[in-house]
T-cell receptor, first 108, second 110 residues
């Protein structure tokens, strides 16, 4: 079964706005990772947050982790057209398990 | 440094045939994982290899198999192909945490 579940399934926003995606998971984790996938391509690793961290930044990305709620959020600030992609969270138990992703579409 | 290389990029096979996909990990990465991605099921874990040994296996039938060589290159094989095996097959290598993915092999079974 899927370990990570992203929400929403799809999101359309205007260029320049912020995009927030959420991820919930079921069991305890060592770390949680976010990946981006452009249409039909491989996944690109964006950011990893460890279970003892609450927030992490990387450029325009901000990730939060709430282990008590078993949830994480990915915030992309000042969105650009190039951010249009699917975003996946993945948890690392004994193997990495992905959710079904959030499809983000940035409108010009 | 070179990324994860998957070959071939595209493949069309007929039902009942078998197929072998190849993945060359990033130099120094000893862990290689395989995933199947379909629109309906999302990214499904197939198996992981580490130092030529299968370390984890997902819930796929025995028609799906893999192996890893001493140079960490990995192959996966699917026998007796079914229409439902049409998917993007992704390989990822890891030095221990965080995965780097290849561009995938798009398999179409007709």
């Amino acid at each position: 079964s899927q370990q990570g579940e992203e929400d929403p399934q799809a999101l359309s926003i205007q260029e320049g706005e912020n995009a927030t995606m959420n991820c919930s998971y079921k069991t305890s984790i060592n770390n949680l990772q976010w990946y981006r996938q452009n249409s039909g391509r491989g996944l690109v690793h964006l950011i990893l947050i460890r279970s003892n961290e609450r927030e992490k930044h990387s450029g325009r990305l901000r990730v939060t982790l709430d282990t008590s709620k078993k949830s994480s959020s990915l915030l992309i600030t000042a969105s650009r057209a190039a951010d249009t992609a699917s975003y996946f969270c993945a948890t690392d138990d004994d193997k990495i398990i992905f959710g079904k992703g959030t499809r983000l579409h940035i409108l010009p | 440094k070179a990324g994860v290389t998957q070959t071939p990029r595209y493949l069309i096979k007929t039902r009942g045939q078998q197929v072998t996909l190849s993945c060359s990990p990033i130099s120094g990465h000893r862990s290689v994982s395989w995933y199947q991605q379909t629109p309906g099921q999302g990214l499904q874990f197939l198996f992981e290899y580490f130092s030529e040994t299968q370390r984890n296996k997902g819930n796929f039938p025995g028609r799906f198999s893999g192996r890893q060589f001493s140079n960490s290159r990995s192959e996966m094989n699917v026998s007796t192909l079914e229409l439902g095996d049409s998917a993007l097959y992704l390989c990822a290598s890891s030095p221990g945490y965080g995965y780097t993915f290849g561009s995938g092999t798009r398999l179409t079974v007709v």
